[in-house]
C-alpha cells in the first residue's frame, strides 16, 4: 500500500524531473542496515559524489518499510557520523527480509533522491 498513491500520481512529472535530476547530478548512496539486538538497530548511509569523494553537510531523510510490511514505515532523519560522507540512526530492531530504503538529500539547493532494495540479515 502506497501512502498518498493519487497525490503522488498527479504529480509523477515532479518525481521523475526529481529523478533525473538526480542521475545528472551523480552522487550515490549505499546503505548498511543490520536486523539489530532487542534494544534496537542502526541505518548507515554513505554518500559520494561523481567523483568518488564524500558529501558532507547534507540533510539526509530516509522512508524505509519491510515488503512485507509497506503500511508500518520508518521517516528518519540521518546525523552526521565521524566519517567523511556517513551519516547514521538508531531505529527500532528491523524485521529481517527485503527493505525498501528512500533517500532525500538536500545539499544546499539540490535535491537527490535514490530508492534502493535490500535484504536485511537474518
Known sequence: VEPDYYNKSLHW???????????????SVSIAAQKGSA???????????R??????????????????RSGNRL???????STAGEYRVA???LRPG???FRVRVLIGKELYTHTLQQDVGA
Open 98 to 100: 527485503l527493505w525498501e
Open 75 to 81: 521517516n528518519v532523519t540521518l546525523a552526521p557520523a
Open 13 to 27: 512529472d515532479t518525481a521523475r524531473a526529481e529523478e533525473q535530476h538526480s542521475e545528472e547530478l551523480g552522487w
Open 51 to 68: 567523483s568518488g569523494m564524500p558529501l558532507e553537510g547534507a540533510h539526509v531523510e530516509l522512508e524505509a518499510f519491510h515488503n512485507a
Open 91 to 93: 531505529v527500532p530492531p
Open 39 to 49: 534494544l534496537g538497530a542502526e541505518v548507515v548511509a554513505v554518500l559520494h559524489d
